[in-house]
């Protein structure tokens, strides 16, 4: 089957750094993808790791292990506007052998003063 | 430009109503892509197109019927819906269906079925 588990809510203080866990079980792994979506908004973008290691995006940071089946997303010098969910996602393959992204349930970062 | 625009914003639709979505991209992007949101739920998707042939339908109930009348244009066709259908409906459109292609969304089409 295809899981993809992040913790639900995460709750943070401004400035400060937070890690949000991701554990993957897909059928192949084509990539992974971090957005993020604010409340009655579209998902965007964040970032992609398909090889092992960190990738730095100013102050977003995501790791990848695909021996583990594992990512994070790093979030630096915390903003009230990073208050999100923070949705990890894997290109894998569905019963048709087509490559489509796998969504997780989303973790809601909430970021207080 | 680098938008996915969808139309309209919000709709409210009775169960025998006819109403289309649209969705448009002028990125150059040859995947387009259409997904169904519930509240606080992840994206699940409906339907892609590549190269403006329908190459995913993942099951999706034939009282959503989609079209894409040319590489920037993806329409829904909505007939015969149920109240549980009422949803965010999402755009999104990619290069490409490779490896690195990341999705880039519309702001959504709030539905209301009564």
């Known amino acids: 089957g295809q899981n993809i588990d992040q913790p639900t809510e995460m709750t943070a203080t401004e400035g400060a750094i937070v890690q949000i866990n991701c554990t993957y079980q897909?059928?192949?792994?084509?990539?992974l993808f971090w957005y993020q979506q604010h409340a009655g908004e579209a998902p965007t973008f964040l970032s992609y790791n398909v090889l092992d290691g960190l990738e730095e995006k100013g102050r977003f940071s995501s790791f990848l292990s695909r021996s583990k089946g594992y990512s994070y997303l790093l979030l630096k010098e915390l903003q009230m506007k990073d208050s999100a969910s923070y949705l990890c996602a894997v290109r894998a393959f569905n019963a048709g052998n087509n490559r489509k992204l796998i969504w997780g349930l989303g973790t809601s970062l909430a970021v207080n003063p | 430009d680098t938008e996915v625009t969808q139309t309209p914003k919000h709709l409210v639709m009775g169960m025998t109503n006819k109403k289309s979505l649209k969705c448009e991209q002028h990125m150059g992007h040859r995947a387009m892509y259409w997904y169904k949101q519930k509240a606080k739920k992840p994206p699940e998707l409906m339907f892609v197109y590549s190269y403006e042939k329908l190459s995913i339908n993942e099951s999706v109930p034939s009282r959503f019927s989609p079209e894409c009348p040319n590489s920037s244009l993806l329409n829904l066709h909505l007939h015969a819906l149920q109240p549980e259908d009422s949803a965010l409906y999402l755009c999104?459109?990619?290069?490409?269906?490779?490896?690195?292609?990341?999705?880039?969304f519309g702001p959504g089409t709030r539905l209301t079925v009564l």
């Open positions: 999104a459109s990619s290069q490409g269906i490779g490896t690195r292609d990341e999705q880039f």
């Open positions: 897909t059928s192949g792994f084509n990539g």
